[in-house]
């Protein structure tokens, strides 16, 4: 992860090659945590790029916290597809 001062946001590289950048939106959450949104993706390999259409993708949607009353660190994460719904979520918890 990197902040690119250019685009006023973080850029996450993802993959073992790091060839797809996606570009993260972090807010304070209501509840006190932390809440990073996924956005603009892209694609690069050493000739070619070009941003990733959102059709064959996911938005992600984390949220993180800390529980003060369960003394524990709490997590949710939505993916979704603005055309296929939901792709996949999780709830859970780590100290």
């Not at 996606?22 to 304070?28: F, G, K, N, S, T």
């Not at 259409?53 to 009353?69: F, Q, R, T």
Request: glycine share 8%; aromatic share 14%.
């Amino acid at each position: 992860m990197i902040y690119s001062e250019q685009r006023s946001r973080i850029i996450d590289y993802l993959g073992t090659h790091q060839h797809l950048a996606v570009d993260i939106e972090l807010r304070a959450a209501p509840n006190g945590g932390l809440r990073l949104r996924s956005g603009a993706q892209r694609f690069y390999e050493r000739l070619i790029a070009f941003p990733f259409p959102m059709l064959l993708s996911g938005i992600a949607d984390v949220c993180e916290w800390y529980d003060d009353a369960e003394q524990q660190f709490k997590i949710e994460v939505k993916v979704t597809n603005k055309v296929w719904g939901p792709l996949f979520g999780y709830k859970g918890t780590f100290r």
